[in-house]
């Protein structure tokens, strides 16, 4: 696997600051010489449709996606966990999150995040970070 293409909700401020670290990250070794090379296209869009039109565009905007360049696709806590595992430096704990016993735990993380964006479209009509300054990242 060389390349992974990341469907994300580009109408969502936590998908978009996801998607913004994501690819500010280094990336990992596929373990035969190359790396693994992050793409991202919005979810839904023409694009989307375009490139992988067996999807299901309507849950690729519920649960983040991930397409490889061998056509496995993950999904929710699956994509989270593949996207980590295409980093350098959060590779090994993809590993750890990937084994039996912590996948619920990956789960975890994953539902909590989609509550974050549940509960501020229903409590403030927008998403989680939409208004975020980028402080938070500076702070140490």
Same mark, same amino acid.
């Given at each position: 696997?060389? @390349?992974?293409? $990341? ?16 690819? *500010?990250q280094k990336p990992a ?5 190359? %790396? %693994?090379?992050?793409?991202? $296209? *919005?979810?839904?869009? &023409? ?5 992988? +039109?067996?999807?299901?565009? *309507? #849950?690729?905007?519920? =649960? ?5 360049? =061998? ?15 295409? &980093? ?5 704990? #993809? $590993?750890?999150?990937? *084994? +039996? ?6 789960? #975890?993380? %994953?539902? #909590?995040?989609?509550?974050? @964006?549940?509960?501020? @479209?229903?409590? &403030? ?16």
């Amino acid at each position: 696997m060389q @390349r992974l293409v $990341v469907l994300y909700d580009a109408h969502c401020g936590l998908c978009r600051r996801f998607k913004e670290w994501l690819a *500010a990250q280094k990336p990992a070794g596929d373990g035969m010489g190359g %790396v %693994v090379r992050l793409g991202f $296209v *919005a979810a839904g869009s &023409t694009e989307a449709r375009r490139l992988y +039109p067996a999807l299901d565009h *309507a #849950a690729t905007l519920r =649960d983040v996606t991930v397409v490889a360049d =061998d056509g496995s696709v993950y999904v929710g806590d699956r994509a989270w966990i593949v996207c980590l595992w295409a &980093t350098g430096e959060h590779r090994a704990t #993809a $590993v750890r999150l990937s *084994a +039996p016993a912590m996948r619920p735990v990956a789960r #975890a993380i %994953v539902q #909590a995040a989609a509550g974050l @964006r549940s509960w501020n @479209r229903e409590w &403030t009509g927008g998403d989680y970070a939409d208004g975020c300054d980028g402080q938070c990242d500076r702070q140490g």
